[in-house]
């Protein structure tokens, strides 16, 4: 199964990231390093959010229902005329679902890299947010998962089977910062700073765009 940066890196995550970039105004490469680092991260919370029955359930019934993956059907209209205001609000409604408290902590170490603010950081995320939930709903419906733990499956398999451990220790970082700044500092530091242990997965697609 391809991952979740092999998509962005196909010429529909092209597609994606021309069309959110025109539609948030910001740079095309710096919308780029934004979703290339903030996807992984969306992917690794709804990861934990299915754990729970609840969680798993909640995420089966969106992908199901409001996030079926038509959104990807007609990207061009999608971005034509400009986002409609209501892909905003649902991309708002997601993120806050999937981060909770720690949103702005993570566009925060976000925007710290990307040289963006936090709030640029959090344009490209409201539109970028449904349209990940359209990705994961075509990919749920080509793997034919149907149960909870199908559904594990397929988000681990999208963050990438062969991730290390200290990849995915990252990932868990990113999701533990909750804005007061250690936290946030620390893992700055591993892109700012450099971790040159990191070379393969996403790590080494992060440490490739990030730790220079």
Do not use: C
């Amino acid at each position: 199964m391809a991952g979740i940066l092999d998509i962005l890196n196909s010429d529909l995550g092209k597609s994606i990231i021309s069309g959110v970039a025109g539609s948030t105004d910001t740079d095309a490469t710096k919308t780029s390093s934004v979703l290339t680092m903030a996807l992984p991260v969306l992917m690794k919370a709804m990861e934990r959010n299915a754990a729970t029955p609840e969680g798993a359930q909640s995420l089966q019934n969106a992908l199901e229902n409001k996030h079926d993956g038509s959104i990807l059907d007609n990207l061009g209209s999608l971005f034509g005329g400009g986002v409609d205001e209501s892909v905003k609000q649902d991309g708002a409604g997601i993120l806050s679902h999937i981060l909770g408290n720690k949103q702005k902590g993570v566009e925060q170490i976000i925007g710290q890299k990307s040289g963006l603010d936090a709030g640029s950081v959090a344009n490209i995320l409201k539109v970028a947010a449904p349209i990940l939930m359209g990705v994961l709903a075509k990919q749920k419906k080509e793997q034919n998962v149907t149960n909870s733990g199908d559904l594990t499956s397929l988000l681990g398999g999208l963050l990438g089977g062969s991730s290390s451990k200290s990849e995915q220790n990252f990932l868990e970082q990113m999701l533990d910062a909750d804005g007061d700044g250690s936290i946030i500092d620390d893992v700055a530091g591993m892109f700012l700073g450099s971790d040159k242990k990191q070379s393969g997965g996403i790590g080494g697609m992060l440490g490739g765009l990030f730790g220079k």
